[in-house]
Structures are given as C-alpha cells and as structure tokens.
C-alpha cells in the first residue's frame, strides 16, 4: 500500500506561481514513479508530469512544459510540481498518483491516488 497526500492548492492570479507537494508513505517506494494529473470541472484527467524517486527521469505533458517543473526528496519521501505563468486553463484538482514500474501517461494505469488539491487561476 501506497498513501498519498497532496498539499499546496490555491488561488492564484493569472501569471502567478504555486508549489504543489506530495507526501508519500508506504511499502517500498523507490519501486514506484510518481506523477501528477488534474481534472477540470466536466474534464477528464489528464497527465501533467511525472517522475522516478531519484528524479534522473521527468516527463511532462506538452501543455505545461516549460512552466511547470516536477522534482523529488526522496529523503523527506516528497514529490513537488512547482506552478509556473499560471492559465485560467490550468484550473483544476490536481492528483498525486503513483504505478509500480515504468512510468506511464495512462491514469487508468496508475495504480494509488492522493485525494487531490484544488488549484484555480483567475483571470
């Protein structure tokens, strides 16, 4: 078993900035990548970024790219997605998920979720 807790969610401005963490417990979690997603309201989840524990390997989704930066502790068991030049389209819960083995895109094919945090961009 994996837990998962997300933290950091807020409202920002168009613009602005905002630092999501991810705090991780469990069984063996170097066996595990982490990634994040978000839903929008009447969306479905979409992948944003994710990461393995040594943080050697990112990937991110073409709509962030360049604005958000995911990187990993694993001393404090910590995952974070630093926000950047945040959309009012950026707008959305955004998930703390993680697979056993290879990192992957799919949110079907994650296997622990976190419970979210809410991230809203203004205009």
């Known amino acids: 078993q994996v837990q998962l807790v997300e933290s950091g969610g807020g409202l920002v401005q168009a613009g602005g900035s905002l630092r999501l963490s991810c705090a991780a417990s469990?069984?063996?979690?170097?066996?595990?990548?982490l990634g994040w997603f978000r839903q929008a309201p009447g969306k479905e989840r979409e992948f944003v970024a994710a990461?393995?524990?040594?943080?050697?390997?990112?990937t991110y989704a073409e709509s962030v790219k360049g604005r958000f930066t995911i990187s990993s502790d694993s001393a404090k068991n910590t995952v974070y997605l630093q926000l950047n030049s945040l959309k009012p389209e950026d707008t959305a819960v955004y998930y703390c998920a993680a697979r056993l083995g290879v990192v992957s895109r799919n949110h079907r094919a994650m296997d622990y979720w976190g419970k979210g945090t809410l991230v809203t961009v203004s205009s």
């Open positions: 990461i393995n524990w040594s943080g050697s390997t990112t």
């Open positions: 469990g069984r063996t979690l170097s066996n595990y990548k």
